[in-house]
C-alpha cells in the first residue's frame, strides 16, 4: 500500500529550529508538499519537493531524498503563531487512482 | 483573486437526513478535490473532479457522492446522514490537479453537526 507516516507531536520553544520528519512507503510520485493548518482554519500550502533536495522559503526549508523514502520539514526561528498541524502529501505518478495521499499530520506546539 | 468559497459554513442536520455542499474553487481552476476531516484525524480524501468528470475517489460508502459544473463549481452530497458524518468537509481547488507541484488552495470548510 501506499502510507506516509509523520510524528504526531511535536513541542519546541521560540527561537528555536525543528524538523518534522515524513517517511514514505509509495512505489512512485510526482514529489512531495508540506500543507500548515492552524486550528480551526483551512490548510495552506507551505513547499513542494520535485527533485531531490532542499528548498528554502524564508524561515521554512523543506528536504526530500527519494532513496531514502524520506523528506522533512524544517523550521527555523520559531514563533508563537507557527504553532499548527503540518501535513506532508504526495501525489502517485503511476495507477489509475492518482489521489493525493496524506500524512497524519503532526501537531507542533510552540512555547514562550 | 477571490480564494475559494464553501457555502454554508456551518450545517445542523438530523440522522437520516441528507445534506448537500457547495464549493467554488478559485476562478481558473479546473479541478476541485473534497476531503473530510474529524478532530484528531487526518484529511481523509472524499474525491476530485476535474472538467466535469470524477477523477479519483476515496474509500468512502456510496452515501457521499459529488458532481462539478460547467464553471467548475461542485457540490458533495451526503445522503441517510449517520453521527459519525459528523465533522468538517473541505474543498480544495487547483490548475490540473495532476502533477505533484500544484498545490491546493483550501476554502474555510463546511462544519457539519449531526444530531
Known amino acids: 500500500g501506499q502510507s506516509l507516516e509523520q510524528p504526531s507531536e511535536v513541542t519546541a520553544v521560540e527561537g528555536a529550529i525543528v524538523q518534522i520528519n515524513c517517511t514514505y512507503q509509495?512505489?512512485?510520485?510526482?514529489?512531495l508538499s508540506w500543507y500548515q493548518q492552524h486550528d480551526g482554519g483551512a490548510p495552506t500550502f507551505l513547499s513542494y519537493?520535485?527533485l531531490d533536495g532542499l528548498e528554502e522559503t524564508g524561515r521554512f526549508s523543506s528536504f526530500l531524498s527519494r532513496s531514502d523514502s524520506y523528506g522533512y520539514l524544517l523550521l527555523q526561528e520559531l514563533q508563537m503563531k507557527d504553532s499548527a498541524s503540518y501535513f506532508c502529501?504526495?501525489?502517485?505518478?503511476?495507477?489509475?487512482?492518482?489521489?493525493?495521499?496524506w500524512g497524519l499530520g503532526t501537531s507542533l506546539a510552540v512555547n514562550p | 483573486k477571490a480564494g475559494v468559497t464553501q457555502t454554508p459554513r456551518y450545517l445542523i442536520k438530523t440522522r437520516g437526513q441528507q445534506v448537500t455542499l457547495s464549493c467554488s474553487p478559485i476562478?481558473?481552476?479546473?479541478?476541485v478535490s473534497w476531503y473530510q476531516q474529524t478532530p484528531g484525524q487526518g484529511l481523509q480524501f472524499l474525491f476530485e473532479?476535474?472538467?466535469?468528470?470524477?477523477?479519483n475517489k476515496g474509500n468512502f460508502p456510496g452515501r457521499f457522492s459529488g458532481r462539478q459544473f460547467s464553471n467548475s463549481r461542485s457540490e458533495m452530497n451526503v445522503s441517510t446522514l449517520e453521527l459519525g458524518d459528523s465533522a468538517l468537509y473541505l474543498c480544495?481547488?487547483?490548475?490540473?490537479?495532476?502533477?505533484?507541484?500544484?498545490?491546493?488552495?483550501f476554502g474555510d470548510g463546511t462544519r457539519l453537526s449531526i444530531l
Open positions: 502529501a504526495v501525489r502517485p505518478n503511476a495507477g489509475n487512482n492518482r489521489k493525493l495521499i
Open positions: 473532479y476535474f472538467s466535469e468528470t470524477q477523477r
Open positions: 519537493n520535485g
Open positions: 509509495t512505489s512512485g510520485f510526482y514529489g
Open positions: 476562478s481558473g481552476h479546473r479541478s
Open positions: 480544495a481547488s487547483s490548475l490540473a490537479g495532476t502533477g505533484g507541484g500544484q498545490p491546493q488552495h
